[in-house]
């Protein structure tokens, strides 16, 4: 089973291109979709959700037509969207109970069994008797995680499921997401460079509806080795820097600005060779270098 | 800093479309209800100026309802605005006073709110500058009346409906909360106008309506014409202390939310935040193995419960119920409105049609509402991603919500359904007809709901958005049930979800609407068939914006069995539209309501030169008719004798036809000369010419013409039980006046001048006097009828039954005129019970439906006593029997022909009269259909103005004296307070003209009924009974049954005025000829108990005397009258009325006057016209309590 998509673009109505020719090759296992907010990371994942209509290219899930044979990829399918809401007045349990059924679990005591199990697993079985709308963010998200689960799903889509946790959360999170293992195809959308360091085998990186890099992170991370360097300089010579180098980031460390720079040549005075990071390899991505 | 507030609020709005929206909204709405007769807000502005200062004011006085749902906009998002954009945070922390800030939002809300109402001033003076109003029923601006709206209306509703809504506002800290405190403040309102459908209780419902609506009403309720066009309503009487009082209580409202208003957040959110630390460390479970079905109805059962028990917990539906419920259930229990104050029985098709009055509107109003929530519940809640990707059928979704929607209907007509059982019990009353109950709750008008529901889901689903989709399905509602008139068009084809109306009856059931309601309600059940499949394939599923892509979708989605469905379903929607097109229009024909009109108007315009043309006087009908309930047919024959009884030949006879029914006419010797089918007119030419004193017999044949079903049923004359028909079902000789539009403005629409009403009265008449009021070239008649029906019904017709007998399984009955009668008879066939007694040799009967057993003895008893006061008083009576027929409720009225008196079931057989203090409206109806046999069918008026007063008058003098006789003067004070009201605010929605009784049009029953009540009771207190019964037994000697020519008004003045003595001799000009008007009060009323035990009482009164013009315009005139002055006791526990302790006629002269006189017991109330018995508009302050004064202490040690 691979997820194969094909020069897929989607141009909004207003003018934004949300996906520019998107082909990606996603096999089992966890798939990191890294890009920056807007990069059209959610457009991408509401398509394979069946939930929104490409302009133009190809979607398949093994034998099956993404854009076409909705309810076949629904089956198979566990969402968690970026950004979603509970209905009100209905517990956890009886919200799960009723996806579990939507999902196709018609059987009363499995689906009991199915939803007591996720709830324990999700730590929500405490709350579980507790109104939804009630629910604090890391509680409503890990409901969000357990209702994608319920089905055992073969194609997992989680959409920036870490903004808003706390790191305990994000941890315990991801640990459950590594416990599906590497039997399903699961893509992490996400803007944050550590989540895919940490989790995924395959990445790609999206920056304005561009696939700008596909692979697996040590690869893209092999290529900048050796044309990294740092230095930490004061503030006021931060245009010159900025006129003169090729800075990948810039953050304040000391309240004096650090800088990653990239240069085939080695540089010195006051630069300092840096070994490359993920993040190194998103912001040079998304910066057109190569 | 308050100011700043204030202005940044009012700013705020003004820069807003939202209060522009509204604004146009209402003044869009007043000037359509204004320029046009199309569009009526409240009452049609019928017979005042169209900007009338009443008109204005009227709507400045209701706008206040329509503004409350967009003042809980601003009010609402004044108190709320803060919490719902979580912004309080941020002004709370300001180092803001807490008046300023709540004043500043407050007053700046409450100014806002205003603003649309000025919606009516614009909307009526942009309105009289329309190029199609007519100017001249236009008067100038009346500025005075527009700022006596603002200041009246406008402004303290917008106060108090603003510090109700802000209080619960500030209070609840939710959008929705204050939106449902309005709902409640509407429900409140109707409450109240359920107080006032009794007179004594109008008072009451003045004071608490908190709008002053009912106030304004009531202050206005009995203004003329002449009024209404000048005067504009300030802050005075009941207004002032309306007014008063509500901005007494918004300002407690407010007062008291004020002081709880804090700036602190509440405690309940850091009780939420405390849950978060107790946590558990995660668990590794093992997921249990299950299976996977697609199984999409245990899908659909689920979602179902989840959605239904959605709507069910939330706050607005439970607060929308509770306020339905509180609106209907009252209403089911207080159902006083059978007149005079007097309920009927609980009957189940009431009950049915007090639900449908007052629950409804909630329930549409709960389709309108959940049918958007449910479309957009996932989308609102953002979790339409989660549900959207999960692998449910669209059809799924629908069908859940749609069910669950129509099961929470379903679940209120059930509540309401067990109500309805509970209030009949309440009332001892069981005839429980539980399958009414299913019917029309849960087949008629659940499914019309069902409709409605699949429209609302249609168009949330194409809509952009809710609130789009609200405004649209709104609007179409609103076309639905206004656009089609103007566009004359009647037939139910085009109107979403229109059947044919049904109207239930005891004695057919809906037995002759079930064709054509059944196939209409087929076909626009197939309709919403076809909306849920388009709806199931738009469904709105993900992020489609585009409809491109939705297009796409719906392509996706449309295969499997949909085609199938949609194909199979298209053409059975398709066929039955087909089937009822050929039935409506082919077979039989729709009108539109223009159609209608204009031929009324043709007809007039191509006959009314005919109507003063001789023609040949019937004399003698044989009938011979057969009815076949079953069918709801009718065969007819006639052979009626005509006879020219002038002295010079005639040449034509016309026939005016009944367009229900097909008739053919012949006459020997004459032809068919003209024919026009579009307007049901014949002419006949004799030849040759009818000679003086000849007489020739035609032979008439009219048969119904049942074919197929119609778009609405057109003939309930003959039905499968309950067959009620008059002469009038034949074609009437010559132009028949009942074919005019009467509305003036209809008139004016279609090229007509004033209605030329009746002759204008004439003393010593002959040539006018040819025809009596009744018509039809007919005087005094003979009929005979063999009349059969099905085995199981009775038919009656005129006259004494000579001979029944059966034939080929059916039911024949021959009648026979007792004595020559007025040319104004009926036939009437259905299942009867028949109560019968004998009166002095005359038979009386009572013929009345199985289940209405309950007011028989009653109608027996009024009959015999109105025998006994009749004959006695004014003279013998002719037939030998006296009949009381039930006809079923198409018609609510009683009727009387020649012995024979049709009474509808609506009005009472179902009366509920077991409360002893009320007036005895049965009694009182045949005691008047009684009196009829005397006044119209022994005494008929010529036709000419005052004619009613002659029959109808006297029939209601001759009821009150029965009902006297039998009940008590108490009763009759009671009764003549009703007459006394309803002749008061009727004389101020006259279209025309009022005349006085003498003068009386036939159409005035307000002036021969009501003031004719009052002006012959008056008389017979002023001159004695027996004076003005010798006056009537004279008028019946005279014109009992005379020939041509007919007796005018005069003839009934003239009697009386020849036994009124001469010091009253003034009574006649003011009763009769005038419209007089008195204002009567009592000062002051104080006794002395003097020391024999007895009172001398004195009391200072002020009388006034008014002469109106037919306008209403009056003049004062000086007081030269004979008036009562008395004084009454204390009443009885559970009495209305106190002993009468003193009554003295004194001749007043002076508008200013003392009084003294002596009671034996302690008085209770004094004064001038104590009984009130002269017109007043004012009749309470006739008396005064009696202020006793220090002997009675020094007695009582």
Same mark, same amino acid.
């Given at each position: 089973m691979e997820l194969n998509i094909q020069s897929l673009s989607k141009t909004y109505p207003n003018g934004v291109k949300a996906l520019d020719n998107v082909s990606l090759r996603i096999p089992r296992g966890m798939y990191g979709l890294l890009g920056p907010n807007g990069a059209g990371k959610s457009t991408l994942m509401r398509t394979l959700a069946t939930l929104q209509e490409p302009d133009s290219g190809t979607a398949s899930l093994g034998d099956i037509d993404v854009l076409k044979q909705k309810e076949e990829v629904r089956r198979r399918l566990g969402y968690l969207p970026q950004d979603f809401g509970v209905y009100p007045r209905i517990s956890a349990q009886d919200m799960l109970d009723h996806i579990a059924l939507l999902k196709g679990v018609v059987n009363r005591k499995e689906r009991k069994e199915l939803v007591e199990a996720m709830l324990r697993r999700c730590n929500l079985y405490d709350d579980r008797k507790k109104s939804l709308a009630s629910y604090s963010g890391g509680m409503r998200q890990r409901f969000g995680i357990a209702q994608a689960l319920l089905s055992s799903p073969e194609l997992l889509i989680v959409d920036e499921p870490t903004a808003g946790l706390d790191p305990g959360e994000r941890n315990r999170f991801y640990n459950l997401l590594s416990e599906i293992g590497e039997q399903v195809i699961v893509i992490l959308s996400t803007h944050i460079v550590e989540d895919v360091m940490d989790l995924c085998t395959n990445?790609?990186?999206i920056h304005q509806g561009k696939v700008l890099f596909q692979g697996k992170?040590?690869?893209?991370?092999?290529?900048?080795?050796?044309?990294?360097?740092?230095?930490?300089?004061?503030?006021?010579?931060?245009?010159?820097?900025?006129?003169?180098?090729?800075?990948?980031?810039?953050?304040?460390?000391?309240?004096?600005?650090?800088?990653?720079?990239?240069?085939?040549?080695?540089?010195?005075?006051?630069?300092?060779?840096?070994?490359p990071d993920l993040e190194d390899v998103f912001f040079t991505k998304i910066r057109g270098w190569n | 800093m308050l100011r700043h507030i204030l202005a940044f609020e009012i700013r705020y709005w003004f820069r807003s479309w939202m209060l522009w929206i509204f604004l146009l909204i209402i003044g869009a709405m007043i000037f359509g209800a204004a320029s046009t007769d199309n569009i009526t807000l409240g009452d049609a502005l019928s017979n005042t100026l169209r900007n009338s200062p009443y008109n204005i004011q009227n709507f400045y006085s209701f706008i206040g309802l329509f503004t409350m749902i967009m003042a809980a906009a601003f009010v609402n998002s004044a108190a709320a605005r803060d919490f719902s954009f979580n912004t309080y945070q941020i002004i709370f922390s300001t180092p803001l006073r807490k008046s300023d800030f709540l004043l500043g939002r407050f007053f700046g809300a409450t100014f806002v709110s205003m603003i649309p109402m000025l919606g009516v001033s614009i909307g009526m003076i942009l309105a009289k500058y329309m190029p199609w109003v007519e100017p001249d029923r236009w008067g100038p601006v009346v500025w005075k009346a527009h700022l006596e709206g603002i200041l009246v209306f406008a402004i303290p509703n917008a106060f108090i409906i603003a510090a109700v809504l802000f209080a619960v506002a500030v209070l609840a800290r939710n959008e929705i909360v204050s939106f449902v405190a309005s709902l409640i403040m509407l429900a409140g309102y109707i409450v109240s106008d359920i107080l006032l459908q009794?007179?004594?209780?109008?008072?009451?419902?003045?004071?608490?309506?908190?709008?002053? @609506?009912?106030?304004?009403?009531?202050?206005? #309720?009995?203004?003329?014409?002449?009024?209404?066009?000048?005067?504009?309503?300030?802050?005075?009487?009941?207004?002032?202390?309306?007014?008063?009082?509500?901005?007494?209580?918004?300002?407690?409202?407010? %007062?008291f939310a004020y002081y709880r208003f804090s700036f602190a957040e509440r405690s309940k959110k850091v009780r939420a935040q405390k849950k978060e630390a107790a946590e558990t460390r995660p668990m590794i479970v093992a997921l249990p193995k299950v299976s996977f079905q697609s199984a999409p109805w245990a899908k659909y059962f689920a979602s179902l419960r989840v959605h239904f028990l959605g709507v069910v917990k939330s706050t607005p539906f439970i607060v929308i119920l509770f306020a339905a419920l509180l609106n209907c259930i009252p209403g089911m229990a207080f159902n006083a409105s059978?007149?005079?104050?007097?309920?009927?029985?609980?009957?189940?098709?009431? /009950?049915?049609?007090?639900?449908?009055?007052?629950?409804?509107?909630?329930?549409?109003? /709960?389709?309108?509402?959940?049918?958007?929530?449910?479309?957009?519940?996932?989308?609102?809640?953002?979790?339409?991603?989660?549900?959207?990707?999960?692998?449910?059928?669209?059809?799924?979704?629908?069908?859940?919500?749609?069910?669950?929607?129509?099961?929470?209907?379903?679940?209120?007509?059930?509540?309401?359904?067990?109500?309805?059982?509970?209030?009949? %019990?309440?009332?001892? !009353?069981?005839?429980?007809?539980?399958?009414?109950?299913?019917?029309?709750?849960?087949?008629?008008?659940?499914?019309?709901?069902? &409709?409605?529901?699949v429209l609302a889901f249609f168009i949330h689903v194409l809509s952009p958005n809710k609130y789009i989709g609200y405004f649209l399905y709104v609007v179409f509602l609103l076309a639905n049930l206004f656009a089609w008139t103007p566009l004359n068009v009647a037939s139910n084809l085009p109107k979403f979800a229109n059947r044919p109306r049904i109207i239930y009856s005891d004695f057919y059931d809906d037995a002759p609407f079930?064709? %054509?309601?059944?196939?209409?309600?087929?076909?626009?059940?197939?309709?919403?068939?076809?909306?849920?499949?388009?709806?199931?394939?738009?469904?709105?599923?993900?992020?489609?914006?585009?409809? #491109?892509?939705?297009?796409?979708?719906?392509?996706?989605?449309?295969?499997?069995?949909?085609?199938?469905?949609?194909?199979?379903? !298209?053409?059975?929607?398709?066929?039955?539209?087909?089937?009822?097109?050929?039935?409506?229009?082919?077979?039989?024909?729709?009108? +539109?309501?223009?159609?209608?009109?204009?031929?009324?108007?043709?007809?007039?315009?191509?006959?009314?030169?005919?109507?003063?043309?001789?023609?040949?006087?019937?004399?003698?009908?044989?009938?011979?008719?057969?009815?076949?309930?079953?069918?709801?047919?009718?065969?007819?024959?006639?052979?009626?004798?005509? *006879?020219?009884?002038?002295?010079?030949?005639?040449?034509?006879?016309?026939?005016?036809?009944?367009r229900l029914y097909d008739a053919t006419i012949e006459i020997p010797g004459a032809t068919l000369?003209?024919?026009?089918?579009?307007?049901?007119?014949?002419?006949?030419?004799?030849?040759?010419?009818?000679?003086?004193?000849?007489?020739?017999?035609?032979?008439?044949?009219?048969?119904?013409?049942?074919?197929?079903?119609?778009?609405?049923?057109?003939? &309930?004359?003959?039905?499968?039980?309950?067959?009620?028909?008059?002469?009038?079902?034949?074609?009437?000789?010559?132009?028949?006046?009942?074919?005019?539009?009467?509305d003036p403005n209809d008139r004016k629409k279609y090229g007509l001048g004033e209605q030329a009403l009746m002759p204008?009265?004439?003393?010593?008449?002959?040539?006018?006097?040819?025809?009596?009021? @009744? +018509? +039809?070239?007919?005087?005094?008649?003979?009929?005979?009828?063999?009349?059969?029906?099905?085995?199981?019904q009775i038919a009656v017709a005129p006259g004494s039954l000579v001979r029944e007998w059966q034939d080929g399984g059916r039911r024949y009955f021959q009648y026979k005129l007792d004595h020559d009668s007025l040319g104004f008879y009926s036939f009437i066939s259905a299942r009867y019970e028949v109560a019968r007694e004998d009166w002095n040799g005359i038979k009386l009967e009572v013929y009345y439906d199985r289940d209405h057993p309950w007011n028989v003895p009653r109608m027996m008893n009024s009959l015999k006593k109105s025998l006994d006061y009749f004959t006695k008083n004014f003279g013998p009576y002719y037939h030998k029997e006296a009949r009381i027929i039930e006809f079923p409720r198409v018609a609510s009225f009683a009727q009387a022909f020649p012995g024979t008196m049709?009474?509808?079931?609506?009005?009472?057989?179902?009366?509920?009269?077991?409360?002893?203090?009320?007036?005895?409206?049965?009694?009182?109806?045949?005691?008047? *259909?009684?009196?009829?046999?005397?006044?119209?069918?022994?005494?008929?008026?010529?036709?000419?103005?005052?004619?009613?007063?002659?029959?109808?008058?006297?029939?209601?003098?001759?009821?009150?004296?029965?009902?006297? $006789?039998?009940? +008590?003067?108490?009763?009759?004070?009671?009764?003549?307070?009703?007459?006394?009201?309803?002749?008061?605010?009727?004389?101020? $929605?006259?279209?025309?003209?009022?005349?006085?009784?003498?003068?009386?049009?036939?159409?005035?029953?307000?002036?021969?009924? #009501?003031?004719?009540?009052?002006?012959?009771?008056?008389?017979?207190?002023?001159?004695?009974?027996? %004076?003005?019964?010798?006056?009537?037994?004279?008028?019946?000697?005279?014109?009992?049954?005379?020939?041509?020519?007919?007796?005018?008004?005069?003839?009934?003045?003239?009697?009386?005025?020849?036994?009124?003595?001469?010091?009253?001799?003034?009574?006649?000009?003011?009763?009769?000829?005038?419209?007089?008007?008195?204002?009567?009060?009592?000062?002051?009323?104080?006794?002395?108990? #003097?020391?024999?035990?007895?009172?001398?009482?004195?009391?200072?009164?002020?009388?006034h005397k008014f002469k109106a013009d037919p306008k209403g315009n009056e003049t004062e005139v000086p007081v030269n009258d004979w008036i009562d002055i008395g004084a009454f006791a204390k009443p009885e526990k559970d009495k209305k009325y106190g002993k009468t302790l003193y009554r003295e006629r004194v001749h007043l002269t002076e508008s200013k006057s003392t009084h003294t006189f002596t009671v034996d017991g302690l008085p209770d109330q004094a004064g001038v016209d104590p009984f009130a018995l002269l017109i007043d508009r004012i009749p309470d302050d006739n008396t005064k309590k009696v202020t006793v004064s220090g002997a009675t202490t020094t007695a009582s040690r």
């Open positions: 990445m790609a990186i992170p040590e690869t893209a991370i092999a290529e900048l080795k050796g044309r990294v360097w740092q230095r930490s300089i004061e503030k006021a010579e931060l245009p010159a820097f900025e006129q003169s180098h090729k800075i990948i980031s810039n953050r304040l460390v000391g309240g004096r600005p650090f800088l990653h720079v990239l240069s085939e040549a080695a540089l010195n005075g006051g630069f300092s060779p840096s070994s | 009794n007179v004594e209780r109008q008072k009451l419902g003045a004071i608490l309506d908190p709008f002053g @609506i009912r106030t304004y009403a009531y202050v206005t #309720r009995y203004w003329t014409v002449a009024e209404k066009n000048t005067v504009a309503a300030g802050y005075s009487g009941y207004l002032l202390w309306n007014r008063l009082l509500w901005v007494a209580v918004a300002i407690a409202i407010f %007062a059978e007149g005079y104050g007097n309920s009927s029985f609980p009957v189940t098709h009431w /009950i049915l049609q007090i639900i449908a009055g007052s629950l409804y509107m909630f329930l549409v109003a /709960i389709i309108t509402y959940y049918a958007g929530v449910l479309v957009w519940k996932d989308r609102d809640v953002r979790m339409d991603e989660i549900t959207d990707s999960l692998p449910t059928p669209e059809w799924v979704s629908y069908a859940s919500r749609l069910t669950a929607l129509i099961g929470i209907i379903l679940v209120i007509q059930l509540l309401v359904f067990a109500s309805g059982v509970i209030v009949q %019990a309440s009332y001892g !009353f069981h005839r429980f007809q539980f399958g009414l109950y299913v019917k029309e709750l849960l087949i008629r008008d659940l499914s019309l709901f069902l &409709m409605l529901a079930r064709l %054509a309601w059944s196939w209409f309600t087929v076909y626009w059940l197939l309709f919403c068939g076809l909306l849920y499949i388009l709806t199931v394939l738009f469904w709105p599923r993900g992020k489609q914006s585009q409809w #491109r892509e939705r297009l796409g979708n719906a392509r996706l989605r449309f295969s499997g069995v949909w085609p199938a469905l949609a194909v199979v379903g !298209f053409m059975a929607y398709a066929a039955v539209g087909a089937w009822a097109y050929y039935n409506t229009e082919v077979l039989n024909k729709v009108y +539109g309501p223009k159609d209608a009109l204009r031929i009324q108007a043709d007809y007039e315009k191509a006959y009314k030169p005919l109507a003063n043309q001789l023609m040949p006087r019937i004399r003698k009908v044989k009938y011979a008719i057969d009815i076949y309930p079953e069918q709801r047919n009718l065969v007819l024959q006639a052979d009626a004798t005509m *006879e020219n009884p002038y002295s010079k030949p005639l040449d034509e006879i016309h026939f005016t036809l009944n000369f003209k024919d026009d089918k579009r307007l049901y007119f014949q002419i006949y030419r004799f030849s040759p010419p009818l000679q003086p004193g000849e007489k020739r017999t035609a032979h008439i044949t009219v048969k119904t013409h049942n074919r197929g079903f119609e778009n609405e049923v057109s003939d &309930m004359t003959v039905v499968q039980n309950g067959t009620f028909f008059n002469n009038s079902i034949g074609p009437l000789p010559g132009y028949s006046i009942q074919n005019e539009l009467a204008i009265l004439e003393r010593n008449c002959t040539e006018h006097c040819m025809e009596n009021y @009744i +018509g +039809g070239h007919m005087d005094w008649i003979d009929v005979e009828t063999t009349i059969s029906t099905s085995s199981d049709p009474y509808s079931e609506s009005i009472g057989f179902i009366a509920n009269l077991n409360h002893p203090d009320d007036i005895d409206m049965v009694y009182y109806v045949v005691a008047h *259909e009684m009196g009829h046999q005397w006044w119209a069918h022994q005494v008929i008026g010529a036709d000419m103005q005052g004619a009613t007063f002659l029959s109808e008058t006297l029939a209601q003098y001759s009821a009150l004296m029965v009902m006297e $006789k039998e009940y +008590g003067r108490d009763i009759m004070r009671k009764f003549l307070r009703y007459e006394m009201d309803r002749y008061l605010s009727s004389r101020g $929605k006259e279209r025309q003209k009022e005349r006085p009784l003498i003068t009386v049009e036939a159409q005035q029953g307000y002036v021969h009924y #009501r003031k004719g009540s009052l002006a012959l009771y008056y008389m017979k207190e002023m001159i004695g009974e027996e %004076a003005v019964n010798r006056a009537l037994r004279k008028l019946v000697q005279q014109y009992a049954y005379a020939q041509p020519p007919y007796p005018t008004s005069y003839a009934l003045e003239d009697a009386l005025r020849a036994e009124t003595p001469p010091d009253l001799q003034y009574l006649l000009k003011d009763l009769f000829e005038d419209i007089t008007i008195f204002s009567n009060r009592t000062l002051e009323a104080t006794a002395r108990k #003097r020391a024999d035990g007895k009172y001398d009482v004195s009391i200072d009164i002020e009388a």
